[in-house]
Structures are given as C-alpha cells and as structure tokens.
C-alpha cells in the first residue's frame, strides 16, 4: 500500500525557515516524481515544488521560487522542502504527491498533511 508520512510542520515567525519532509513506502519511490502541495480552507491546492524521480530537474511555483527548494533522497525513499524567508501567506496545510497511471488514468497519492502556520 501506498504510503506518505509528512512532518515537520510548525509555527514560524516571518522571514523564518522550517524543513518539511515526506517518507514514502509501498511503491518503488525512485521511479516516480514527487510534489508538494499546500492548501488554505476555501482554496484550491496549489502545486509548490515538483521533482523529477532522479531529482535531475525541479520546478517551483512562482510565488516560492527563491525561497523554497525541493529536494530527495533516493536511498532514503524521503522527498524534503527546505522554506526560507516565510512570509504569512505560506500559511498552509502542505501535503506530499505523487502521481501514478493506472490503467490510463492519473491516480493521486496524498500524506496527510502537516501544518505550516507563518504569524508574529
């Protein structure tokens, strides 16, 4: 069974940094890309940071590029998100993904999301 289990959420003063990470089980992890979502009630998810499965290209949206850096562990089977310079709008609950085809149709695997709370 597919599994993801994040931690590393908290509550963190702007301009501040936490580290988020996702351990995976159940599928064979290096052979697929990994994502980080995020999400505020009312909302719809937003895709934050996406790595190819050999960690060679990454991508960010545009209101975290700079500050936010994806990153993965193979051998670990772990997929981090190093956040920098939070402001209050990175307010969130963060969520791990991966995307897999079954049958010609994209099924989502989510962890069960750790809060990120950015407030003085």
């Known amino acids: 069974q597919v599994q993801l289990v994040e931690s590393g959420g908290g509550l963190v003063q702007p301009g501040g940094s936490l580290r988020l990470s996702c351990a995976a089980s159940g599928f064979a992890f290096s052979m697929y890309n990994m994502n980080w979502y995020r999400q505020v009630p009312g909302k719809e998810r937003e895709l934050v940071a996406g790595i190819t499965n050999s960690g060679g290209s990454t991508n960010y949206a545009e209101s975290v590029k700079g500050r936010f850096t994806i990153s993965r562990d193979n051998a670990k089977n772990t997929v981090a998100l190093q956040m920098n310079s939070l402001k209050p709008e990175d307010t969130a609950v963060y969520y791990c993904?991966?995307?897999?085809?079954?049958?010609?149709?994209?099924?989502?695997?989510w962890g069960q999301g750790t809060q990120v709370t950015v407030s003085s």
């Open positions: 993904n991966t995307v897999r085809w079954n049958w010609g149709s994209p099924r989502d695997y």
